[in-house]
Each structure stands twice: as structure tokens, then as C-alpha cells.
């Protein structure tokens, strides 16, 4: 995940890099006012944001693959805490019987 999050902020930069000479040399608009590094800003969202969706899938599913394994395990030792929870439950309710 940290891998992925890397890569996506790079591609961001690079964009960043891109907009901001465009900007520089004339070729794209400077934003209204004091508003220049906020338009720069925005136009890289915009244009990172596809760029990312495409370039970084197989990263993005090996990301996802990591999580669910996760959120497997964590269920599986929940079932198993609540399996030995119960087992002493009943235990605990048949010795007072």
C-alpha cells in the first residue's frame, strides 16, 4: 500500500512539474489573481488522477489483494475468539447446572 501511495504521489509530482512550466512558459493560463499555485495544483489533480487509474493498476490490485487478506484474517481470529468465547460460555453454564 505504501508502495502504491508512493508511485501515485510521484505521478502527481511529475504532473505538478508539467503544469507548472506550461504555466511558466505561457502555454496554459495563469490562474485569476494570487490563485496561480492553486490552479496549478487543481490542474494536476486533474490530470494525475486517469494517469494514476491506468499506470498503477496492477499495483492497485496487489494493494487491494493485501487488504482482503487482511480483512480475512482479522475475521477469521474474530470467528475464532467468538468460537472459544462461546465454548467456555456453555462450559461455564453447564457446570452450574
Known amino acids: 500500500m ?9 505521478i502527481f509530482v511529475g504532473c505538478f512539474l508539467v503544469v507548472w512550466g506550461l504555466v ?4 496554459v493560463p495563469r490562474g ?3 490563485s496561480n499555485y492553486l490552479w ?5 489533480l486533474v490530470i494525475s488522477a486517469p494517469l494514476s487509474f491506468v499506470l498503477l ?7 487491494s489483494e493485501k487488504i482482503v487478506a487482511r ?13 472459544m468465547e462461546d465454548e467456555a460460555d456453555d ?4 457446570n452450574r447446572a
Open 2 to 10: 505504501f508502495r502504491y501511495t508512493l508511485m501515485r504521489l510521484g
Open 24 to 27: 511558466a512558459t505561457g502555454i
Open 32 to 34: 485569476l489573481g494570487g
Open 40 to 44: 496549478i495544483i487543481l490542474l494536476s
Open 57 to 63: 493498476r496492477k499495483e492497485r490490485d496487489r494493494a
Open 71 to 83: 480483512v480475512d484474517r482479522a475475521k477469521a481470529n474474530m470467528e475464532a475468539s467468538r468460537t
Open 91 to 94: 462450559a461455564a453454564r453447564a
